[in-house]
């Protein structure tokens, strides 16, 4: 029997999250990463507000949508822009990652878009907030880490990169 790929165990615990946001898993062969892309809405009462992105381009639409990632790479192989990213994940392919380290990253991506949603819709209604984003909070991190350690919830079992 194969071992599981970390493709695999990523999009099944996906899946199984219900996630009250949209997301799309990508495998980026040439880059030598994996890529879970997520998206949350908000809607503009009044449609008299413009709206610039990072790149500058500006829309007056209703509806917000704000898409961020998260990704896994090998830094020996991969070549990515690490600000591309809320987070990105190094690790060996050849060695693998660590089933618990990947349902941390789940519950804590669950967390941190959950309040960022709440954060993009106060954005939508209220004028004087200026900007949005969210922000991967590495102490929440750690701590889910811990947390499921110390219950004896954390899976040291390893999840490799795909083979093509």
């Known amino acids: 029997m194969a071992q599981e ?14 996630f009250e946001f949209d997301w799309k898993l990508e ?28 790149e500058g381009t500006a829309t007056q639409n209703e509806i917000i949508q704000f898409e961020d990632a998260i990704c896994f790479f090998d830094p020996k192989k991969s070549k990515i822009q ?12 050849k060695m693998g990652i660590e089933k618990g380290y990947i349902d941390a990253i789940l ?12 954060d993009l819709l106060d954005f939508a209604t209220d004028p004087t907030i200026e900007e949005f984003e969210l922000n991967w909070n590495d102490m929440n991190f750690d701590g889910t ?12 079992e390893k999840l490799l990169y795909p083979k093509y």
Do not use: C
Request: glycine share 2%; hydrophobic share 35%.
């Open 145 to 156: 880490i811990k947390t499921l350690k110390d219950t004896n919830r954390y899976s040291e």
């Open 107 to 118: 519950k804590t991506l669950r967390i941190v878009v959950t309040e960022g949603q709440s």
């Open 27 to 54: 495998w980026n062969k040439k880059q030598h990463a994996i890529e879970v892309y997520f998206s949350i809405f908000a809607e503009q009462k009044e449609n008299n507000i413009i709206i610039e992105d990072i």
């Open 82 to 93: 690490m600000d591309n990213y809320l987070k990105a994940f190094p690790f060996d392919f």
């Open 5 to 18: 790929t970390l493709i695999d165990y990523l999009g099944e615990a996906l899946e199984e999250s219900n």
